[in-house]
């Protein structure tokens, strides 16, 4: 079977650096930190299958199928060793991807599937009464996500400062629990699949690097000590004053991250 035909959105030129976005989400999550990433670099946003306009898997959908799905895309379109940036599931995705040997630079920002069995709980809690309401929701959410008290109101488990963020970033966020059809399956696989794996010490081929919000209520930043533990030479950033997304409660501070790492 061949590579999946993923949407995707190309700006800049320059090294190639995949965006992968995460649960529900599409690769418009990553609109605040494109512009200033493509000055330097050809930045590749993809919707994942399932997710955005990209169309679902045939077969199971599972973090390892989703994966393996990015991996032949990868392959398909010569990015094979490209440089990947991850958010949350996506973040997830990229670690994998450096554990089966990905040997260009792998930045995962707040990964899912370093958990233990309560933090696991209260992610599954969380994020699945999340969906239920913005779905229950959906006809008002153009007006709720245009003032601040609505997007405080609906964006506190994501962001540390959600009256801040862009209403058309938030409405069209939102959209996606409703919208995207691989959603569902792939909490399930978060929420009871298997955790994360790691690896030995110095067996990765590219570098590691994770970044996590200190008030990250979506994956916990205890987890990013477990994170660190089973990726022996992986580096950490912490991110002051951010929730679940460096990219949205700190653009500038993320897109400054990411060229240290990625030099």
Known sequence: MGAPTLNTERSGSGTPLVLVHGLGSSLRNWDPVVPALARQR???AVDLPGFGTSAPLTGEVTVATLTDALQDYLVEQHLAD?????????ARMVVELARRGHRGTAV?????GFW???????FTASITASIAL????????????????????????FSARPWRLDPQLVLTELRGFATSPSLDDARRALSYGPNQSGVSC???KGRLAFGWGRQ???TLPSEAALAVALYPGATLEWFENCGHFPHWDQPE???????????
């Not at 440089?83 to 996506?90: F, K, Y």
């Not at 233990?116 to 209260?122: D, G, L, P």
Request: aromatic share 4%; hydrophobic share 45%.
């Open 116 to 122: 233990n069995h309560r933090q696991r709980a209260i």
């Open 216 to 218: 990250d209520r979506v």
């Open 82 to 90: 490209a440089d990947l940036v991850g958010s949350s599931m996506g």
């Open 42 to 44: 050809e930045v590749v």
């Open 202 to 204: 110095g067996t990765l």
């Open 253 to 263: 501070r993320t897109v400054d991250f990411l060229r240290r790492v990625l030099r």
């Open 134 to 157: 913005v779905r229950r929701i959906q006809p008002a959410l153009p007006f709720l996500t245009r003032h601040a008290a609505g997007r405080t109101a609906l964006l506190a488990q």
């Open 108 to 112: 995962a920002l707040s990964p899912g």
